[in-house]
Antibody, heavy 126, light 108 residues
Framework: QVHLVESGGALVKPGRSLRLSCAAS????????LTWVRQAPGQGLEWISY????????SYADSVKGRFTISRDSARKTLYLQMNSLKVEDTAVYYC???????????????????WGQGTLVTVSS | SYELTQPPSVSVSPGQTAIITCSGD??????GYWYQQKSGQAPVLVVY???KRPSGTPERFSGSSSRSTVTLTIKGAQVEDEAVYSC???????????FGGGTKLTVV
């Protein structure tokens, strides 16, 4: 059974840094792509970062590019999100999710999040 | 930039059909997916690849696609279906992932 547990959320001041972790279990960690999604209070879901199973390919939303860094540790089966230069607008619940990637029966690429953690709250405020 | 547009809210009475749409250029070439998120909980996938139901999704949930719009239909909506429903897709390059703004479904 896939299990994802986020941690590291906290109250931090603008401009500071924070690192989130996501402990994974119940599936092949190195064969799975992972992602971070956040949700600001009362707002919709926002995808922010992706990393492939080997950790060699990453991508970021424009809103966090250059400030956030995604990484993973296969030995610890843990996903990370290093967040620097935090802004008030980064306040959100941060979810890690496993991303399924493959091809549908008709041969088209399919990619979606099939398992989610329960989230960790990051509050950026002075 | 690519965007996915949903109505902010939909309201139906129990037993009625709820229809939620999601529009965006990305959907002309990429699949649409639907997530259900109940208050205080993580999202749950209810439809994938436009019209497929994961195991565990009730049969009253269905998805469809036409050009740049995907639609989530809940036939005979129940009170427990009250949630925010968010569509999802990727851009043409597959590097950017997109969520719609979410639609709050009220069943009263």
């Amino acid at each position: 059974q896939v299990h994802l547990v986020e941690s590291g959320g906290a109250l931090v001041k603008p401009g500071r840094s924070l690192r989130l972790s996501c402990a994974a279990s119940g599936f092949s960690f190195t064969d799975s792509d992972l992602t971070w999604v956040r949700q600001a209070p009362g707002q919709g879901l926002e995808w922010i970062s992706y990393i492939n199973g080997r950790g060699r390919t990453t991508s970021y939303a424009d809103s966090v590019k250059g400030r956030f860094t995604i990484s993973r540790d296969s030995a610890r089966k843990t996903l990370y999100l290093q967040m620097n230069s935090l802004k008030v607008e980064d306040t959100a619940v941060y979810y890690c999710a496993r991303e399924f990637a493959g091809y549908s029966r008709s041969g088209h690429e399919t990619r979606y999040f099939d398992s989610w953690g329960q989230g960790t709250l990051v509050t950026v405020s002075s | 930039s690519y965007e996915l547009t949903q109505p902010p809210s939909v309201s139906v009475s129990p037993g009625q059909t709820a229809i939620i749409t999601c529009s965006g250029d990305a959907l002309t070439k990429k699949y649409g997916y639907w997530y259900q998120q109940k208050s205080g909980q993580a999202p749950v996938l209810v439809v994938y690849e436009d019209d497929k139901r994961p195991s565990g999704t009730p049969e009253r949930f269905s998805g469809s696609s036409s050009r740049s719009t995907v639609t989530l239909t809940i036939k005979g909506a129940q009170v427990e279906d009250e949630a925010v429903y968010s569509c999802y897709s990727t851009d043409n390059s597959g590097t950017q992932r997109l969520f719609g703004g979410g639609t709050k479904l009220t069943v009263v």
